[in-house]
């Protein structure tokens, strides 16, 4: 083969890692093991776009680099197969979302083996596969099957709490609980009928069903997530979200949290994710105050961390949500406070969270007393206070809080400052009265300081010590039908258990994929969907998982996807571990990876894997922006008029699809079938050139800058997309694509390809050995790419790369001991070329079971010094030396040598100045 053919070459090598299984995994205890991880896709209707590959590319090339060092490599993938947008194509078309799932995730495959990925395809998963989701449905089980002992730390089965319960009741026991939990005795348990045990335990349970307020957005049939929704409206679709009251089930992550939070300093992440995460989490010491109510039996409770401002409180806030607003609300504020609520109340929490123009609130009408001086405050309803933060209430300062401050100026509140010394000496510890102002006191001194004021309130019963966390329990169901059934049937309104041997609960068929006529989830539609067991049929839970089951526990089932005993092997598990390498994108940091981290510490609780991370580092790519190209109409014609000359007339810019444009040169003929109306469409053009706008946008189907990798692929081929994504910039940055930039890459490739061919084509390799300079260019090489390939900054290498083939195509090498070791550097980025070069170089064996070419310092290390010899302060020559010189040889060399006796024209120098390795200067 002479010329270099990249879409011969590529599909040879795809067939052969594809019959060979060449990256199939297996357990290996005679080498160490990696596992690369990349996030899973969701299969979407458009498949990838060239900003899709990123991530893989650089996991891709880092797996292949570990093999080449000798590593077990795991590197599977596989797809998040869930999801609401497959279940609203179904809904339009009345198709089965399994059937689109299909067709997307086949499409998905095809395209990720183009590309050339070492991917074990042996492990892939779905989460929408029932022998998947059977044991999905299985950790749910377990979750339900058990509380959180804080006493020991840890998550224990449901059996060793019911045995307490049956000695002592719940006295001494020290559990993560709802707040509302009654005391109860041993005689009591054993009263309680059935059904109040089941409730009682519900009240402990890691998943638990419960009222919670969720949002509802009625047109797509489903509970939305904060992120799903803004300004009131669903993202997909833009459909209203309403704020309601819902029983859900949720899981208790809070159990968890100062786990999660100890375990970020145990993993190697960027510290901006692991400070999201923190946020999060959102840890915060302090106390819990009561506010009785003037003229009700009602007490407010208010969450502080600074209990020192308590003199400063000019009014009390509660969320629109609060249990107690209706009953708050007089008759003379209730038609303006109820209409502010209604309003209020379906805002999403992270619009309310993110606002902090808007200003709005009602009072309510009622007066709080505070409890340190008995002063009657306000009681107003404001949408800055989040229901589940907290108590859903604030103990407002404004003279403190910039929030609070704003409320209060805009409504005419009183702004209290708190100064110090203000409070009567004696009525409160600390300094002067005032016990935790930051100005004053150090952090151990403040901590103290806390430390003395919560013994303070606990000893007078109004209020009490409290660690409280931002996150809350996490919701685990979704009202609509492409999604895990939940194993739970229901008998006297509670939940139940199915048992594990009719495992999986498979989704049933359903005449539509839309909610019944009152409201009720899709599942409602299904025949008989009933549990059947000895003592009756009762109807099986309606609702679905939410995405994020599926995705919490994927990359252990990696580890033995067909294992139908287990969801996974515990030998098998153990020997894989963590996953060393993750790559996916930032905007999973309080989702997705918070509850893999949660579910991982539950399953190493219950015993059956060894870890309790599951990501040790993990590297977010950035996003590869699109690069819109603009043509200029000429306003009220079909004209176009180019770039250079759009000034000269009144023009509107107009998206144009950048895959009819090359070099930012518009191809005619195919923008006039583009689209039916530009068919008669007329030109105005530059050098008999039609030259196009650009900007850098996001990568979008409405801006027609979206490039498609199998154009790219069928164009330049594979390896030149591999490595031109990875030299557009370093991983982690946003970088715009350019396809005007990859041509440079494709020359690159076949400046590669003609090093291991003479000028008629053949491979032409010599046997010589190589020399001085050869080996200089081949091993600062390697220790460049050694480097980047360990700092992951793969841009640098593919440039390292170029420079050392444009080296050895000037010196015209073609020695095998340095051709060979340039293909397998080469092979993580481009592995169809180099596998190409290596067969050709003789070898049998694929290139990945090659080693890693060995670094030696001694071929860098400069045996002369080229030296600048200057005459009378100008420089005349260089003359190349040995380091090993002694100064009087270096003089003695310079001044036989035959153009500086030239200028010295017979002249004895009155001096000479050398310093070794550097200059030799000459005065005559």
Known sequence: MADYNPQVIEKKWQAYWEQNQIFNAKVDKSKPKFYSLDMFPYPSGAGLHVGHPLGYIASDIITRYKRLQGFNVLHPMGYDSFGLPAEQYAIQTGQHPAITTEENIKRYTEQLKNIGFAFDWEKEVRTSDPAYYRWTQWIFMQLFNSYYDKSEDKAKGIGALIEHFEKSGNAGINAVCDEDTPEFNSEDWENFSPKQKQEILLKYRLTFLAETTVNWCAALGTVLSNDEVKDGFSERGGHPVERKKMMQWSMRITAYADRLLRGLDTVEWTEPIKEMQRNWIGKSKGAEMVFEVKGHDKQIKVFTTRIDTIYGVTYLALAPEHDFVQDLITEDQRKTAEAYVEVAKNRSERDRMTDVKTISGAFTGSYAINPFNGEEIQVWIADYVLAGYGTGAVMAVPAHDERDYNFAKHFGLEIRQVIEGSMEEGSFPGKGGIIMNSDFLSGLEMQAAMDKAIEFVEARKIGKGKIQFRMRDAIFTRQRYWGEPLPVYFKDGLPYLIEEKDL???????????????????????????????????????????????????????MDPKNEDKFVDQEIAKYWGAVDLYIGGAEHATGHLLYSRFWTKFLFDLGVIDIEEPFQKMINQGMIQGRSNFVYRVKGTNKFVSLGLKDQYETSAMHVDVNIVHNDQLNLDKFKSWRPDLADAEFILEDGKYHCGSEVEKMSKSKYNVVNPDDIIERYGADTLRLYEMFLGPLEQFKPWNTNGIDGVSKFLKKLWKLYHNNAGEVSISNDAPSKDELKTLHKTIKKTEEDLENYSFNTSVASFMICVNELTAIKCNKRAILEPLAVLVSPYAPHIAEELWALLGN????????????????????SHEYPVSINGKMRTKLSLSLSLTKEEIEKAALEDETVQKWLEGNVPKKMIVVPGKIVNIVI
């Open 504 to 558: 999986p609960l498979v989704l049933p068929e359903v005449d539509k994929y839309l909610p019944t006529e009152d409201g009720e989830p899709p599942l409602a539609r299904a025949k008989d969907w009933n549990y059947k067991t000895t003592e009756g049929e009762f109807p099986l839970e309606r609702s679905t998982m939410p995405g994020w089951a599926g995705s919490s526990w994927y990359f252990l089932r990696y």
């Open 844 to 863: 049998t064996d694929s290139i990945i079971k090659a080693s890693f070419p060995e670094f030696k310092e001694e071929y860098l290390v400069e045996n």
